[in-house]
């Protein structure tokens, strides 16, 4: 993008509208968990537009390319969370004795490792025109192409996933 403070606007803005969007997820859910309809329901709709924010914002900065490198950019995100970033992440978090950031930090580590592997395999049949389905863990984010048992990584009973 020739104009390069417009482009790092976009991306401040694309981030700031992202870390919105899971806020106000979380808001959501705790509305909800606190019976508060309402304002779970605002918490949602506000996290919806800020993700319409958010990906128009990626869009207009250049940042959405054609499938396989887009694919290929998943991949070396993944790989650098689970292979750089998280691993840091636990040693610290058990170096201060916090033990749910470390439990938190090591089911997205090793589900970050999955998603990788699974943008790898993408990527190996591009074109494969048989659909084929993804089942999430809805607790520590694991992702699996059949409906296992239990979740590999956090236990979670396989009926528990969602299907995509």
Avoid: W
């Avoid at 694309?14 to 997820?25: I, T, V």
């Avoid at 390319?65 to 887009?70: I, K, Q, R």
């Avoid at 992440?89 to 749910?100: L, P, R, T």
């Avoid at 089942?135 to 009973?157: D, R, T, W």
């Amino acid at each position: 993008m020739e104009n390069q403070k417009t482009f790092e606007n976009l991306m401040e803005a694309f981030a700031g509208e992202s870390q919105a969007n899971r806020k106000y997820l979380a808001y959501s859910k705790k509305a909800e968990a606190e019976g508060k309809k309402n304002a779970a329901k605002l918490f949602k709709a506000a996290s919806d537009a800020e993700t319409i924010h958010a990906l128009k914002h990626f869009e207009v900065a250049g940042k959405v390319h054609s499938t396989l490198e887009n694919l290929q950019d998943g991949i070396a995100g993944e790989t650098h969370e689970y292979k750089d970033m998280y691993p840091d992440f636990v040693k610290n978090a058990e170096a201060e004795g916090n033990k749910a950031a470390v439990m938190s930090f090591t089911n997205a580590m090793k589900a970050e490792e999955v998603h990788a592997k699974l943008y790898e395999d993408a990527v190996a049949n591009i074109d494969q025109e048989e659909e084929i389905f993804y089942y999430l863990c809805p607790v520590c984010g694991n992702i699996e192409k059949s409906i296992p048992e239990k979740c590999s990584i956090c236990g979670v009973p396989g009926s528990k996933f969602i299907k995509y």
